[in-house]
DNA sequence: CAAATAGTGTCTGTAAGACACTATCAG
DNA sequence: CTGATAGTGTCTTACAGACACTATTTG
């Protein structure tokens, strides 16, 4: 198959990583849901070295025995910490330098996941570190966090609400049945501004990507409100235009 | 600062990267260009194992003692490659597997540079591996590509075709100064349809990213054609509605 | 003049936004 | 009835697309 399979055999079997310098690389995951009317994240109090009590992303090292690919340790990790095995799971961006760790150059791929905030009773009680959710305040929480993940949050976050402008995203983060004005509150809470309802509704009918679940309604002291499902099959409706009169700022792009 | 700084240091002192199973760690970058009324990128003929004698997208390892960051990498590689040190440079995304490299478990950060193919006089001559242009067709180009480049490029264009439904980024493509006509053509390359005229340059003029070069007209066997200039510290201009009546199809995610 | 490309104007369709209106429940 | 939220209709504005039209050059 190859120019000269032989040779090539040969070279694997004398091959040894630990020859090279390599970066240390991990997993970092920004867990997204809406609790309380807010965007919050997930983080975990270190309890190794480096960064031992700080506030941290949830993540980790990449099992080279056991993970297939990066999406595999990403779920992984996922589960580990809140029990959910399928959400939303997007791959953000890599951040990789010289100084964001203190042992030495390293990278991290980090991904961004969107649940539901009544899809994890499990969290508490588990074996893990403690962890708990903390309120997204513009592009930041209120601690101080380990290595660059504030610049990391700060980059899903941006990435998180541009998304939502044009696109159904939050669906991802309702439970499986919801009206469309919960699911109108999610972009809300999301963008941080309020959205016409009537504008809303025609473009969420317009994407045709939720299903009225047949006579089911919830009820409340005031009109019914029909309870809708996400479409089967229908994972990710990106519309024309975007919402809202902004333009998004550039990307988090270098350049020079 | 820390909870406990002295026993953070001594944890540092006795930390040896090599001590863990760590994964092979690249940059890989796909170099766009327009060339011959077409979409090319380039690639090296590998000279070394693995996949000897293959093309593949030009990349290479982090330097852990010069580069300062992950950008710094790819940026050291576009130089090296084609002498070109200012090309609209953007991280693409990361792919990483147990199986993409014979040597084992291996992650590479992948970057898309988009570099006007007038800027490049000094690639042939270098001292690098064989390196030469590649017409890019559908999503692919017409040989194998070594690893999983494949799926790499894949990805490149359709972020790039993504990208140019409502970005400026094709004014990236073109030398200094170019004409509207020549813009709108990148942009019917890159897509690989007609564009409307009118609908184009209102939108250009829109954006508000070029200007007029005070005077300075193209001149051909025909009507002379104003020249244009992208306006200092104007980089990517994102417009509120996607060209073409076509949805984009859903990210790269995974679920499951 | 013709050929060729540059550049503009006019009309139509579509969807977002503003906002007022109606509908349906509990109490 | 009131209060509350669900859901609709109507008007305006913005802009993409289609397409015809005018403008300016060379030969």
Known sequence: MSIDNRSEQ???????????????????LVIFTVRDQALQILLVRRSEHPFRGKWALPGGFID???DRDLDATALRKLREKTGVSTPYLEQLQGFGSATRDPRGWS???????????????????????????H???????????????????????QRLRNRVEYSSLPVHLLPAEFTLSDLQRVYEIVLGRK???????????????????PGKMRHASN??????????????????????????????????
Chains 1, 2 share one sequence.
Not at 136 to 157: E, P, Q, R, T
Not at 195 to 213: H, N, P, T, W
Request: with cysteine; glycine share 4%.
């Open 64 to 66: 080279v025995r056991h």
């Open 135 to 157: 309120k997204v305040d513009g592009v930041a929480v209120d601690c101080k966090l380990a290595f660059d993940h504030a610049a990391i949050l700060s980059a899903a976050v």
């Open 195 to 213: 959205v016409d309802k009537s504008a809303f509704r025609k473009r969420i009918k317009e994407g045709d990507f939720l299903e009225e679940i």
């Open 107 to 133: 990278v991290t791929f980090a991904y961004f996941a969107l649940i539901a905030s009544d899809d994890i009773a499990l969290l508490h009680g588990g074996t893990t570190d403690a962890a708990s959710w």
């Open 223 to 256: 009109r019914p409100a029909q309870l809708y499902r996400a479409r089967p099959h229908h994972p990710a409706v990106s519309f024309m235009r975007r919402m809202g009169g902004e333009a998004p700022e550039s990307n988090p792009t270098q350049k020079q």
């Open 10 to 28: 040969e070279f694997l079997r004398t091959y040894n990583i630990h020859d090279f310098d390599v970066p240390l690389t991990s997993v970092d």
